[in-house]
């Protein structure tokens, strides 16, 4: 486990990684990650993937259209 420190840049706070960690997502400075939020709290960074995220919207707009319907369906 590893700390980082949040600083300020330009307008808003970002994180510096070091450089394991950007070798194990497989990304470089000026790439594009995508970041969601889990239901535990944990903040998940992922490589973008236009395949992906084209997917991961289209399931947002699912998940929230037939919010009610789901949640039926789980509880079976």
């Given at each position: ?5 949040l600083k300020i ?36 960074l992922?490589?973008?993937?236009s ?16 919010h ?7 509880d079976?």
């Amino acid at each position: 486990m590893t700390t980082l420190k949040l600083k300020i840049i330009d307008n808003g706070v970002g994180i510096t990684f070091p450089e394991e960690y950007l070798k194990h997502l497989g990304v470089k400075s000026g790439d594009e990650v995508l970041i969601r939020k889990e239901a535990d709290g944990r903040i998940v960074l992922s490589p973008y993937n236009s395949d992906l995220a084209a997917t991961m919207e289209a399931y947002q707009k699912v998940k929230e259209l037939y919010h009610n319907t789901l949640k039926a369906l789980s509880d079976q």
